[in-house]
């Protein structure tokens, strides 16, 4: 059964740093792309990123373009997400997700699985 399970959030100021990990087991993980996306409350979910099963990355916001950047390790299942100079804007539950491919735009309804969450939260 497919499984991810999202760790590293965390309360920081900003321009602050870190990096969410995310936890994949039962599924062939090297066979997938793998997805970030957030949710801020009372906002529609927002993609950022999404990393190919040959490590090229797609872009889905320019919210967070040359401040976050994804990487995988497919020898560990394990994805990442390492986001840098945060902003309170950037407060919000990240989920890491799975889908065949990287397509050239986000949508939740196609994804085959995503995890629980993690809160970030970006405050002085």
């Known amino acids: 059964q497919l499984q991810l399970v999202e760790s590293g959030g965390d309360l920081v100021q900003p321009g602050g740093s870190l990096r969410l990990s995310c936890a994949a087991s039962g599924f062939s993980f090297d066979t997938y792309a793998i997805l970030w996306f957030r949710q801020a409350p009372g906002k529609e979910r927002e993609g950022l990123l999404c990393?190919?099963?040959?490590?090229?990355?797609?872009d889905y916001t320019d919210s967070v373009k040359d401040r976050f950047s994804i990487s995988r390790d497919n020898v560990r299942n394990m994805a990442y997400l390492d986001m840098n100079d945060l902003k309170p804007e950037d407060t919000a539950v990240y989920y890491c997700?799975?889908?065949?491919?990287?397509?050239?735009?986000?949508?939740?309804?196609?994804?085959?699985?995503w995890g629980q969450g993690t809160q970030v939260t970006v405050s002085s």
């Open positions: 990393i190919s099963t040959r490590g090229y990355s797609t």
């Open positions: 997700a799975v889908d065949v491919g990287c397509g050239l735009t986000f949508h939740f309804k196609g994804l085959r699985g």
